[in-house]
């Protein structure tokens, strides 16, 4: 019995040795494979490829960075899709035009494992409930030039502890924090011209509430 590898023909105990090496190669690549489905990082992202730049790696990448490029709604869209995500930066990209610099309602709503998350730069809207029942959402990082973050948008994420509230914010609304039971301080902006009913409510752990023009 002989086979043929790759246009070599090959007797047994060649084919076994061949099999052989192959397994040792295998082995060899075997960390540097898993280490690139856990994490990746994108340059210069092109509005709309982002579900194809992960690919397979979809369902064991655990950090995503994008460093550049724009987003458009059909990559916010892949985000819930990537189920063991742990941690999110967008820094460094924009929103693309049609979005008009809003995080859309309900695009990461009750994400299991997302736990840091890192907005675009020209964001200026998380809408409505954009963020909530988040269970493992512990670190936000908002971007300079925010106004607006809108009702329920952080409504029942329990673990929340840290989140910074830019100057440029102007309004917080309806139950936006309503049930982060964890959050321990707040710092708000001089700018702020709304801070809307319950925006806070049942946020037990909150030691101080600080407005000033600087942390």
Not at 7 to 33: C, D, K, M, N
Not at 36 to 49: E, F, P
Not at 109 to 133: D, M, Q, R
Not at 151 to 162: A, G, I, P, Y
Request: hydrophobic letters at 40%.
């Amino acid at each position: 019995h002989r086979t043929v590898h790759k246009g070599i023909l090959a007797s047994p105990r060649s084919e076994a040795i061949y099999l052989f090496l192959a397994l040792i190669v295998g082995l060899a690549l075997t960390p540097q494979r898993l280490l690139s489905q856990t994490h990746k990082t994108i340059v210069d992202l092109q509005s709309g490829t982002l579900e194809k730049l992960i690919g397979a790696d979809s369902t064991t990448l655990e950090s995503l960075e994008i460093t550049s490029g724009t987003l458009s709604l059909e990559d916010l869209k892949v985000i819930p899709k990537l189920k063991k995500l742990r941690e999110l930066s967008l820094q460094g990209t924009e929103l693309d035009a049609s979005l008009n610099g809003t995080i859309p309602g309900g695009v990461f709503v009750e994400h299991p494992t997302l736990a840091k998350l890192l907005f675009p730069n020209n964001t200026l809207i998380l809408a409505s409930g954009a963020c909530s029942s988040m269970p493992a959402l512990t670190t936000v990082v908002l971007p300079k030039g925010i106004k607006n973050i809108e009702m329920s948008c952080f409504n029942s994420c329990t673990n929340l502890k840290e989140i910074n509230f830019p100057q440029s914010l102007e309004v917080i609304g309806w139950s936006a924090f309503q049930g982060c039971v964890a959050l321990k301080e707040v710092h708000l902006g001089t700018a702020l011209k709304e801070l809307r009913g319950y925006a806070f409510n049942a946020c037990s752990s909150i030691e101080e509430v600080v407005r000033s023009e600087e942390r």
